[in-house]
Structures are given as structure tokens and as C-alpha cells.
């Protein structure tokens, strides 16, 4: 696989619109096969099926909207034969604190550009925290 630009670009335009509460830019970057799946942070964020990452994302978009800031640290892509992926290192502001939170999406090249197939958000939270030992890192 090689390096994107491009794929870093769009991921960088998807964050910032996101933070917007530009749903349909969330939603016309998304892939409209059924295979689509997003995973969020949250234990209850398991959507496997595009009107539910859909209806979830326009939700949660109208409520985070002017609430919160995105700065997206360090971004990450790469693609080959039509399938790529991009991984996004994000601090995000709100209410004065700040926090840790990784975003992976893989995509597919489509007639209309890239879509994304697969998603997933994860906060940063401490080993620790998670699993209870601590554990290299």
C-alpha cells in the first residue's frame, strides 16, 4: 500500500464537517452497501446497518454541534487497488476539558469516489482503566 494524500484530505474535511454537524457529509461519504458496519466508543454504538449509523450520527451530530472541537493530530491513510484506509489521532474540547479519541475508517473506491465501509471510534482511555492491569505500552 501507499501513502494518501488523498485519503488524509478527505479524513481531515470528514472530521471538520463532522464537527460542523454536516450530516450529510457524514452520510455521503458512507458506503450504501449493507455490509457497512461503525463502531463507536460508546458499548451501546454497534451499528451494522446504514439507517441506524445514519439516524445515530445525525443525533449525535445536532448535539454535539457548537458544543464540542475536534483537532485532528495526527492523520494517517493509505490505499491501493481501490481499497484504502485512514486512521485519525483527535483531541477532542468540551466544557474545558479535553480528551483522547482515535478514529479508523477503511474505504472503498466507488464510481462516485470513496465511501467508507467500516468505521470505528475509541476513546483513549488508560489500560488500567479497561482491563485492569497495567500492560506495556
Not at 501507499?2 to 452520510?27: H, I, Y
Amino acid at each position: 500500500m501507499d501513502r494518501s494524500p488523498e485519503l488524509e484530505e478527505l479524513s481531515r474535511r470528514w472530521m471538520e464537517s463532522m464537527v460542523d454537524g454536516d450530516a450529510a457529509a457524514f452520510e455521503g461519504l458512507l458506503d450504501t452497501d449493507d455490509s457497512v458496519l461503525f463502531i463507536g466508543s460508546d458499548p451501546q454504538e454497534w451499528w451494522d446497518d446504514r439507517g441506524k449509523i445514519v439516524a445515530a450520527f445525525r443525533a449525535q451530530l445536532a448535539e454535539m454541534k457548537g458544543k464540542i472541537q475536534v483537532t485532528p493530530n495526527d492523520v494517517v491513510a493509505y490505499a491501493e487497488d481501490g481499497w484504502g484506509w485512514a486512521a485519525l489521532n483527535c483531541t477532542f474540547s468540551a466544557g474545558g476539558q479535553d480528551s483522547s479519541f482515535r478514529i479508523s475508517i477503511v474505504l472503498k473506491r466507488r464510481d462516485d469516489g470513496w465511501k467508507m465501509v467500516h468505521g470505528h471510534a475509541s476513546a483513549g482511555v488508560p489500560n488500567e482503566d479497561t482491563v485492569g492491569i497495567t500492560l506495556t505500552t
